[in-house]
């Protein structure tokens, strides 16, 4: 008995591999959430923000962003900072905005929290604005649906983005990107 275990240990562990792939390549193995999909959404955000003119606050400036969260509305665990850094490290290579450090700005969020009533308020993100300098805030949510039928799902994504000016909270930009994808199983799964 101990040497058809051992024997199968081995047959087992023989049968692994590892490899590196490219990080560009696409990845579809199923309908769930994956870094292809979050690739996609990221640079169609961008391409839309690139096209945008904002004013800043003096005009020899380019205009401040500040990143606030972006929801997940999903019933998977998707990395929404993950979205959030990808966006934000696009928009520092574009070059035609500041980006206010996303630390800095959590710090200080929960600063003023603690400070007020514990949640922010319109008041309590034109301070914050103010406080770290932004002329505008990005932020957003990401939901899914997904829907069975026998073997094969098929689940919708899209992430909505807006753009918030600090002192008016008025909407100045908004997009959104959607994906869909279809996976089915075989009948030994």
């Known amino acids: 008995m101990r040497k058809l275990f051992a024997l199968t240990l081995i047959l087992l562990t023989a049968c692994s591999t590892s490899h590196y792939v490219r990080p560009d390549e696409v990845t579809e193995w199923d309908y769930t959430y994956s870094d292809t999909d979050m690739k ?6 961008v391409m839309s923000l690139a096209e945008l003119k ?12 500040a990143f606030l969260t972006i929801g997940n509305r999903t019933s998977q665990h998707i990395d929404t900072e993950g979205i ?13 905005f500041r980006i206010v450090d996303r630390e800095l700005l959590k710090q200080q969020a929960k600063e003023i929290a603690l400070q007020e009533t514990q949640r922010i308020d319109v008041d ?21 649906i997904e829907k069975t039928r026998g073997a094969t799902t098929l689940a919708y994504y899209k992430l909505t983005m807006r753009l918030v000016n600090v ?14 994808k279809k996976s089915s199983k075989a009948w030994y799964e």
């Open 40 to 45: 996609l959404l990221a640079e169609k955000m």
């Open 54 to 65: 904002l004013p800043a606050k003096s005009n020899t400036a380019k205009p401040v962003l």
């Open 84 to 96: 959030a850094e990808k966006i934000m490290v696009a928009l520092v290579k574009l070059g035609k």
């Open 124 to 144: 309590g993100a034109v301070k914050l604005g103010s406080l770290i300098g932004a002329d505008y805030f990005l932020t957003g949510d990401i939901m899914s």
């Open 167 to 180: 002192r008016t909270s008025e909407i100045v930009w908004a997009e959104e990107q959607e994906l869909k």
